[in-house]
């Protein structure tokens, strides 16, 4: 199925699609959208807007420095990336800029204007001692604290923070709304959603991940490379029209442009990682990155015992290239960024037997299982980008991209199981078993088969009018083509006898389907400190032949009597089209009429910049509303989301998320997110449920310090809690969700000391330093449940038994960068 990855084109011809628009409709469509693609505008200026980005020896990011130019009148502020955004004299010869920051010595910086290419990296020392006060005026006013719902994190922190093989989502679980109750997996739900509602974008390419895996310790990589990433911005809900088409959340990753030749390796129990980069020349460059996880020692800690055999390997390579030649013009300018990345995940476990104890003091329950049989999982990805961007002049911007995915995912199960469920209240022995309450035995059956291809084709475009107005419009088309081959079954057997066969599907589906969407943008400040962003998203959905608006508005103003001070508002509608996922039912068959899931949002909040201690913090609180209609009902199955296939539900959603980051050890930034939240969903048969989601407190916590005096010897911690999720028996939608699960409780703690080998060079140059570190995972040895089986008991009724996560365990972790 890889092979022909390259050959999608021809897939709707395959498919035999249903024709919506006629050629001559199509034909005036696209020559209007080339029209625009081409279009330039005559318009001049007299600056010119430079990126950089500030940076200590230890590669951290430093926020909230102040660069003041020297040789010019201008000034800015790094964002919590150490990303800052300065205007300078088109005619100015050599940049000379005075840099302030609490933690450093002022360092004064020159660079030929001709030479600043990009997000110019500068690297500051700490000196050990804090400078006097330097009181600095002027607008500190950026592009995120405008938009609501909009966090941003340092990319250090995914690389730096203690997880389970550096898992990258795990740091978007402790972001205000998001949830993720499963340190095996890079799954998350933000704000009531569900896994499928999220977007993500890599350099503004689709990301997309496997479709068929049903548990974390399946799953493997998330896609994003933390060595590769130079900025992460992530939006809860309300965000901007370009944006679509999805309901719950955007998280929009930038790999960056290589500034030097160099990398790291790493290796660790868990696995390990080699990056490489390369500037090429002041032209361009690339990266390239190769991940390896291998979780057999921790899939050793849970309660199933066998023969696990996980090997997860991820490759990425990214390149840019400045097509112009005349460097100096950063006016006029072509570049070009490639992404391409491949990914295999292979599980095979052979189960031998489990163990589980649960219940109360009063009835203490035991549940054992033999196993025999075996699993054999096989997802392999492949995801490819090109991104063109055009500057026609000081005031248009356009950027076309071009990228696929495909996947082909292999289940092979064949276990068969037999459990005793008893009470050991009164038994002889710890072991022994006082009363049976339940005997029976599963056979598991699949040879599943899924090949998908996915094409992207956008363009953007984004026009300044003056320095109070901008005009952003774009187009995208996006194909989807799906060879689904399902061939399961479960018998469940209960006192020896054969109850009944369930979860039995035999289909092969065959769906080519296709969406179309346009936008339109503008951003407006009508009045200084305050601004306004008014949008509206179209789409054509060619399988259900709806046409959907989407208009959106944001509004935020900064106090002028304190420009700290910055309140935000936005209200908009998220419509999210039928991907395949939603389209078949629990029984296997394809609702090829499915409409899109529709959802208004509604926020207000403020953003607030302060000192404590004399240290710079920053704290977002939000207010949030969600409504939704025709939304399809779901089960969670650990990881899996079984969908019914209708459009048969109503839903709400509604909760305040807080956040507040900033440098609680000088030096170092950390933060703490706390959220409470209320989802239910309505069937006119069976009224209102809670949703799968609905996790009504949730708090997340990342913290570093060092030693005094000693910013290389530093100490993590993560911390996340949740309140318990509901679940109920699958396939029933009465009753739905009556039985509240356990919290999510885990702590991991991780230790780095940072050995300089270099520190003679001049500044500016490539560190070459040795990390040792050490990870306590689940330092409190939490006994976290993902999921519950559903046993009867020989009396009737059924019990819940607790499927739990991975316990206490220790990482050691060599890196070196180079």
Known sequence: MLGSFFHFIPLPMRFQPRPQFSKTQFSGFFLLAFYFFLSGASVWGQTID?????????????????????????????????????????????????????????????????????????RLFLSGKKLEEVEISGDRWDDTRRQAGVVTIEPEQTVNMPTVGGEFNQVIALLPGVSSNSELSSSYSVRGGSFDENLVYVNNMPIYRPFLAAQGQQEGLSFVNGDMVSGVTFSAGGWQSRYGDKMASVLNIDYRHPDRTGGSAEVGLLGGSLFLEQKVNERGGWMIGARHKRTDYLLGTLETEGEYKPRFTDVQAFGHYRLSKDLADQNRYTELELLFGYGRNQYSVIPTSRRTEFGTLSQLLSFTVAFQGQEELNYQTMQAGLRLIRKWN?????????????????????????????????????????????????????????????LSLQSHHEVQIDEKRRLSFGLEWNGQAFDDRLKEYKIVEDGGEELEVIDQADEHHQIFKYWLSGYGQYDWEPLSGWSLTAGLRAIYNQQSGEVLFNPRLQTAYQLPSNPDWVLRAAVGKYDQPAFYREMRRQDGTLNEDLLAQKSWHFLAGFDRMFQMWDRPFKLVSELWYKRMSDMVPYDVDNVRLRYYGENVADAYAAGADLFLSGEFIPGTQSWVSLGVMKTEEYIPEYGWQPRPTDQRFRLGLYFQDHLPNIPSARVFVRYFYGSGLPFSPPGSLEGRNSLTGKAYNRVDLGFFKVFELNSGLEKYKNPLNLWLGLELLNAFGIDNVISYNWVNATGGGQYAIPNSLSARFWNMKIKVNF
């Open 394 to 454: 000081t005031q248009w911007k356009s950027e076309f991209i071009a990228s696929g995915f495909g996947t082909a995912e292999r289940e092979h199960i064949n276990v068969q199981s037999n459990y005793r469920l008893c009470d050991i209240v009164g038994g002889g022995g710890p072991n022994d078993c006082a009363t049976i309450i339940g005997i029976g035995g599963e056979f598991h059956y699949a040879r599943n088969a899924l090949d998908a291809e996915i």
């Open 50 to 122: 430079l990126k950089g980005r500030i940076i200590d020896q230890y590669d951290y990011s430093l926020s909230f420095a102040q660069v003041i130019g020297q040789n010019f009148k201008g000034q800015s502020q790094t964002d919590s990336l150490g990303n800052f955004e300065i205007a300078v004299p088109d005619s100015l010869q050599i940049v000379r800029l005075k840099i302030f920051h609490l933690n450093t010595n002022a360092e004064e910086y020159a660079l030929p204007l001709s030479d600043w290419k990009g997000h110019q990296l500068i």
